[in-house]
Structures are given as structure tokens and as C-alpha cells.
Nanobody, 115 residues
Framework: QVQLVESGGGLVQAGGSLTLSCTAS????????MGWYRQAPAQKRELAAT???????QYTDSVKGRFSISRDNVKKMVTLQMNSLKPEDTGVYYC?????????WGQGTQVTVSS
């Protein structure tokens, strides 16, 4: 069984920064994709940013230029640096990992951006 353990998140004023980190409990798996999804209140869960094993990154349009994703394939860790945060970035952020089509999710961490 794989667990994704998240840290970071919290309350920040608009324009501020936060860093989310996630580490997988099993070091023996080379996840094809690791990243972050988010879910705003009463909204569907959406991709925020992902990064594949080769280093190819994907961002949703609304965070491009503000968020930066990185991963450590040895430590099985993925980090999301969030800058210039906006109130619309508020939501629960979920760590995500994919291994040959099997998806793993973290428990979610709350990010709240006040105006």
C-alpha cells in the first residue's frame, strides 16, 4: 500500500506564498506522474500541476507563471511552490501519484487565501 503524506498549506493573504510538499511512503516505486490537484468549495477537483518522471510539467492555465512544481525521484517527493496567491486559489489541495495507471491520493491539505 502506498500513502502520500502532505505538508504545508494554511492561511495566507492575497499576494503571499505557500509551499506544499508530499512524500510517498514507498521508495521502491518510480511514479510516472506526481503532482497536485485542487478542489474549491462546491467545485470539481481539477489539476493544478503535475510533473512526469522525465521532468515534463503541466499546469492549469490559471496558475501558470505563479506556481512551480518540482520532484525528487529518489526521495519520492513532489513540491508545489505557490507565489502571488489569489483568493480563487483557495481550496483543498491533494497530492497525486500515478504508477502504471494506478492512482494514489493524499488526504488533502487546506489552502485559504484571504483578500
Amino acid at each position: 500500500q502506498v500513502q502520500l503524506v502532505e505538508s504545508g498549506g494554511g492561511l495566507v493573504q492575497a499576494g503571499g506564498s505557500l509551499t506544499l510538499s508530499c512524500t510517498a511512503s514507498r521508495r521502491s516505486i518510480n511514479f510516472h506522474v506526481m503532482g497536485w490537484y485542487r478542489q474549491a468549495p462546491a467545485q470539481k477537483r481539477e489539476l493544478a500541476a503535475t510533473m512526469d518522471y522525465a521532468g515534463v510539467k503541466q499546469y492549469t492555465d490559471s496558475v501558470k507563471g505563479r506556481f512551480s512544481i518540482s520532484r525528487d525521484n529518489v526521495k519520492k517527493m513532489v513540491t508545489l511552490q505557490m507565489n502571488s496567491l489569489k483568493p480563487e486559489d483557495t481550496g483543498v489541495y491533494y497530492c497525486y501519484a500515478n504508477f502504471f495507471g494506478t492512482e494514489y491520493w493524499g488526504q488533502g491539505t487546506q489552502v485559504t487565501v484571504s483578500s
